[in-house]
């Protein structure tokens, strides 16, 4: 029987037509709609990156950061990726993913 596997991922650039404290708090929504699908469903996995999102968590949110640690380890929530914020990857060479 076929089987598929899908796997949550919010793409979210918090400063992409946003002044800071709108992007931001867009950031914090989609966060936390994804804390709340994974608390709907066990089975659900989601993944994010981005590391200036969990970094200003770590000040601005700590209910949150102390849940998404507890599914980190159970391994519903995996952190992904390499960049600081989202890199332009629409231009035309590879120093535009560098880091």
Do not use: K
Not at 3 to 27: K, Y
Not at 44 to 53: H, I, L, Q, W
């Amino acid at each position: 029987m076929p089987h598929a596997a899908m796997i949550g991922n919010a793409d979210l650039d918090p400063v992409w037509l946003w002044r800071w404290p709108e992007g931001c708090a867009e950031a914090i929504a989609a966060c936390w709609s994804a804390v709340d699908r994974l608390d709907e469903d066990a089975a659900f996995v989601f993944t994010r990156g981005e590391t200036v999102v969990y970094r200003r968590f770590e000040t601005l949110d700590q209910l949150w950061v102390a849940h998404v640690r507890t599914l980190v380890a159970q391994g519903r929530r995996v952190i992904v990726g390499w960049v600081w914020l989202q890199p332009n990857r629409n231009l035309p060479s590879g120093w535009s993913v560098s880091s």
